[in-house]
């Protein structure tokens, strides 16, 4: 499987995905072989299947979320590029891509990156507001079932409460960034891909 | 004028305590007459007297001592707080060491012997209180993020350290002109062993007021507290060998085994005992009141068995406190809790001021031998092996890091490296074979002397003028808990993706082996089904409403605090539906009002409360609202103290006061 797998990325893919996420050779060949090795039906792309046979995705509350990230919009499967592209915004944020030129278009791994990443999984309609439906869904998911509905309401509202400053009782991308700005995301959203 | 007036009356009672001391240390025995004489049934004995007002001293004298003393120690640290400028200037720590060598210069102008910090009641009663006050209230979420970088620093930081020094006063003494030439290598590697080490107390007392950013606090905090075992290993090891004479691989290659063995035994130890009182508290229910107690006595008793063993005492007591807190936090009521939190920071602050006056004291006392040369390179060989350990360490160590270590970060952590009163105890703990025990004695001093005084007072404008990072107040904020359980699932799930076991993947799968395993043998009641997030939730809404009771905002239909001692706290009051949208309206009404308010989440020795809540009530309104509802209650004398336990299943928000229906 292994010679196989590393005729099948050619030269100018593995440049290409270089440039566009960032990721160094040896981790992009390490990753290709990790996608391979989730692609049971071989052709090339992944499937919701695909995802749901990962036992870590499957006993993880958020799994679902997590999964439809990767597909993009209406779409049932993902490539290789693809699943770089979601994969890099949990690169970790090197010193030297802080100085860029804020000209160019903003790396994928950038804090704000990162933030609107986790955002989109709160807002499943796309409207740039996590609504307090929205929000429900996902404290239901991460609590279980034993707690009352209107005790997860009444997190939701007052965690709404603290955030929302323009009035609209929702949570926008701007106010989801001021409640984190204490978190720190670069460290917290970044995963050390081994070399 | 009033003031003025107090400040005089102060000054009075400190020289009043201040000068008894001395006198008293010199005071002869009296002997009690009267009592004792009644009993001998000698007939020969002329009656007496019968003694109206008789002085038996010696009965009463140890522990009249050690109150003086502490009131001493208690008084000046009052004192500092009260001038206003000296305590921004100076830091604690040094004011204190001052007032014991006054206190000790006092003692041996009078013609006494000044008392020496006796190394037995360092380590087992001065101690303790604040390794575990720290290990407590450690933030978990830091250390373990940070645990591979404080355990470099804090075991190859203090080996290199050690070495470097014991090593080059070695090639010190081996010059002519210094004339100490009778040293042997493993006398200095002995004394570079016990200088080496960082000391926690110190590092608390000075960073306690800079208040850095959390980083670096954690790093240099929690290398203060990891390299305990290091130390125990070295010193133990050069002692035993220092008396021996040679050494041998097996030796070196025990030695290493020792260590493994006393750091990791020292955890165990403390983790074990850290059950046992998780377990002890799912009982003590009916019971509230003594429950603090538990929490200190099982503590208390690992730190001592684990000295017991020579393993270490300070780990163990850190993986007690660790251990039992989430599972103590969700058995024990509210009250227990403050106390548990004022009892804690009593103690380890009196402990802290009584270390520094010591420190003091004993430098008066102890028998000095200077040698210029000796002294002098081991403070310049602190610091320089201190920052070039921190040099290398941090290059090597921002290969594996997420988010490096900056130059200021490095510098911080460089310059912070305090020694304190345990290299004091351990020198002091030399037998007297040791030839060399009073040089090194002076030594040490020097070394604590010069940190404490030039590094503790300086590291304040220097953090000013490098513009460090400072520490963020942030109030505690449900959007953070529900953001941060959120990201830690994501990477969990990102990291199953990639097929990555990181960080996240075994913090998962620790955290579900608690959840199906241990939890239901360590929390009462139904409680260990309850996620962390509804717990939080719960006791952040139970502070708000204490707090809005306590200035008077809520409505006195409440009469909770008070008669709070005896409520179970799991018992859900039976309320309509209406009373609890009403006082969910009120509370929301005051978080429109708090929101812009900043509250510090600090775990610092002098404040217990945030901030604003003292701001906001000034203590006669206070008062005055507490004896309004005082009145008010007692028309409400009704409320049962107990109230039955609701059907299990049935989860509302919850609060400990007793709302009548």
């Known amino acids: 499987m292994g010679s196989r797998a590393s005729t099948l990325l050619r030269e100018e893919e593995i440049e290409e995905i270089k440039k566009e996420t960032g990721f160094s050779h040896s981790q992009i060949t390490r990753l290709y072989s990790r996608f391979t090795s989730l692609d049971k039906g071989e052709n090339g792309t992944l499937s919701r299947e695909d995802f749901q046979r990962i036992p870590e995705l499957a006993i993880n509350p958020l799994g679902d979320r997590i999964i439809n990230a990767f597909f993009p919009e209406g779409e049932d499967q993902v490539n290789f590029r693809g699943f770089m592209r979601t994969l890099a915004h949990f690169r970790p944020i090197e010193d030297n891509e802080k100085n860029k030129d804020p000209i160019a278009s903003e790396p994928l791994n950038s804090r704000s990156n990162k933030l609107l990443f986790a955002f989109r999984l709160y807002d499943l309609d796309r409207d740039d507001k996590i609504s307090r439906d929205e929000l429900l869904q996902v404290l239901r998911m991460m609590v279980g079932v034993n707690i009352s509905d209107e005790q997860l309401g009444s997190i939701a509202d007052r965690t709404i409460q603290e955030a929302d400053q323009n009035g609209d009782n929702s949570i926008s991308f701007n106010e989801f960034i001021k409640v984190l700005e204490k978190v720190d995301v670069e460290q917290k959203m970044s995963i050390r891909f081994l070399h | ?661």
Not at chain 2, 154 to 176: D, K, S
Not at chain 2, 227 to 255: I, P, R
Not at chain 2, 448 to 476: C, D, H, N, W, Y
Request: hydrophobic share 50%; proline share 4%.
């Open chain 2, 1 to 661: 004028s009033g003031s003025f007036l107090l400040v005089y009356l102060y000054i009075f009672l400190v020289v009043f305590v201040g000068i008894g001391l001395p006198i008293e240390a010199s005071a002869p025995a009296y002997q009690s007459h009267g009592t004792e004489g009644s009993h001998l049934t000698n007939i020969t004995n002329t009656k007496k007297a019968f003694p109206v007002l008789a002085v038996n001293y010696e009965h009463v004298r140890k522990p009249f001592e050690i109150a003086l003393w502490i009131l001493l120690a208690l008084l000046m640290k009052l004192g500092f707080h009260l001038i206003p400028r000296l305590s921004a200037v100076v830091p604690e720590s040094c004011l204190l060491i001052v007032v014991g060598l006054l206190v000790g210069g006092l003692i041996k102008v009078i013609g006494e012997e000044p008392p020496v910090l006796d190394s037995q009641l360092f380590f087992l009663c001065l101690l303790p209180p604040i390794i575990l006050d720290a290990g407590y209230f450690l933030p978990i979420r830091p250390f373990t993020e940070n645990v591979g970088t404080i355990l470099v620093f804090a075991v190859i930081g203090t080996l290199w350290n050690a070495f470097f020094m014991g090593g080059l006063l070695y090639a010190l003494c081996q010059i002519e002109s210094v004339g100490l030439s009778g040293v042997d290598l493993l006398a200095c590697l002995l004394f570079g062993s016990i200088v080496s080490a960082v000391d926690p107390v110190a590092v608390l007392a000075v960073f306690e007021e800079i208040h850095i950013n959390e980083l670096v606090h954690i790093l240099v905090f929690g290398e203060s507290l990891l390299n305990d075992a290091v130390t125990v290993v070295l010193y133990n090891l050069f002692e035993e060998f220092s008396k021996v004479g040679t050494v041998t691989v097996l030796d070196v290659f025990l030695g290493v085994v020792c260590f493994f063995v006393v750091s990791l035994g020292g955890v165990l130890v403390g983790a074990i005992y850290g059950f046992l009182a998780a377990f002890t508290s799912r009982f003590t229910s009916h019971t509230r009141v003594i429950e603090p107690l538990f929490v200190f006595l099982y503590s208390y008793m690992a730190y001592l068995s684990s000295e017991m063993f020579h393993l270490s005492g300070i780990m163990a007591l850190i993986a007690c406190g660790v251990v039992m807190r989430p599972y103590v936090e969700a058995n024990i009521s509210h009250k227990s809790y403050t106390t548990i939190k004022y009892f804690l920071k009593m103690w380890s602050s009196v402990s802290e001021t009584l270390i520094f006056i010591f420190l003091g004291v004993s430098t008066v006392a102890g028998p000095h031998a200077w040698n210029w040369t000796f002294v002098i390179t081991t403070v310049i060989l602190c610091l320089v092996s201190r920052v070039l350990g921190v040099i290398g360490l941090t290059f090597i160590i921002n290969k594996f890091r997420i988010v490096k270590l900056t130059k200021k970060d490095q510098f911080i952590v460089a310059y912070g490296g305090l020694r304190g009163a345990i290299a004091f105890s351990l020198g002091y703990l030399l037998s007297n074979s040791h030839q060399m025990r009073n040089l090194f004695l002076t030594a040490i001093i020097t070394v604590i002397f010069f940190t404490v005084f030039v590094q503790g007072m300086t590291i304040r404008p220097l953090v000013e003028l490098l513009a460090v990072k400072k520490k963020k107040e942030s109030k505690p904020s449900i959007n953070e808990e529900i953001h941060t359980e959120f990201l830690d699932h994501l990477l969990t799930g990102v990291e199953g993706v990639c097929g990555h076991y990181g960080h996240y993947h075994w913090k998962e799968k620790l955290n579900r082996f608690n959840k199906t395993y241990v939890k239901r043998w360590l929390i009462a009641g139904e409680n260990f089904k309850e996620p962390e997030l509804i717990a939080f939730y719960r006791k952040m809404e139970l502070k708000q409403a204490i707090m809005m009771v306590e200035s008077g905002q809520l409505p006195s239909v409440l009469p909770s605090t008070i008669s709070m001692q005896n409520i179970q706290p799991r018992a859900i009051p039976r309320v309509s539906k209406k009373r609890e949208e009403e006082i969910r309206r009120i509370l929301r009404a005051n978080l429109q009002n708090n929101k812009q308010k900043m509250r510090s989440r600090s775990y610092s020795r002098h404040t217990l409360f945030d901030a604003d809540e003292e701001d906001n009530v000034s203590e006669v309104r206070l008062r005055k609202t507490k004896m309004e509802m005082e009145r008010r209650m007692s028309h409400y004398l009704t409320v049962p103290a107990n109230r039955e336990s609701p059907r299990p299943g049935v989860r509302r928000v919850r609060f400990e006061s007793g709302l009548s229906v």
